[in-house]
C-alpha cells in the first residue's frame, strides 16, 4: 500500500492548525480574558493585561488613587484558580515622574536596609521624614505577609513600589 504524501501533509497540517488554535482560543478567551475583565473593573486600574505561560503575569496600570495592596490581593485571588504551581508576577505600571523617581532613588537606600534588618515599622518613619523635602510628595505604606506597598503621589503623578519580604531562615546552623 503506497501513501500519498500530499494529502498525508495536508492532514497533519490541518489537525495540528485544529489542535493549536483550538488551544490558543481556550487560552485567550476562557483564561486570559475573564481575568483582564476583572481587573479592569477593580477601582484604581486603568488597564491590565495577564499573561499565562510558564509564569502568570500581570501587567496593570494604575491611577494615582489605586490601593496596591487591596489590588494585589485582588489579582492572587483571582489568579489562584489557574495559576497551580506556577509563579504569579504582577508588574505595576503608573505615571510617575522624574521627580519621584528621582526621590525613590534617594530614599530607597534607608528602605532596602530595614527590608535586610526587618524593621518594617521603621519604612513609614523614614519615607515620611524625607518626603517633608518635597513639596506636595505625599507617601504612604502599608504591609500584608508577604509585601510592603510603598505608594508615592505628587500631584497628578503617582509611583507604586511592591517590596517582597522573604522570611529569614530558620536553623540551628546559620547556613541551613
Known sequence: MKLKLIPLLLAVVGSSAILFGGWFAYHSVAMESPLNQALNGTPGVESSEAKIGNKVVFNVKLNPQAQLSEIVHEIEKRAADISGD????????????????????????????????????????????????????????????????????????????????????MGVWPNE
Open 86 to 169: 506556577r509563579e504569579v508576577q504582577i508588574h505595576v505600571d503608573s505615571n510617575s515622574s522624574s521627580e519621584l523617581e528621582a526621590w525613590w532613588s534617594r530614599a530607597l537606600f534607608d528602605v532596602a536596609q530595614a527590608m535586610e534588618t526587618s524593621r518594617y515599622a521603621s519604612i513609614p518613619v523614614s519615607l515620611e521624614e524625607k518626603a517633608g523635602l518635597v513639596q506636595g510628595l505625599k507617601v504612604e505604606s502599608q504591609m500584608d505577609e508577604k509585601n510592603v506597598y510603598v505608594k508615592l503621589t505628587q500631584g497628578e503623578y503617582a509611583k507604586f513600589v511592591i517590596l517582597p519580604r522573604t522570611p529569614a531562615k
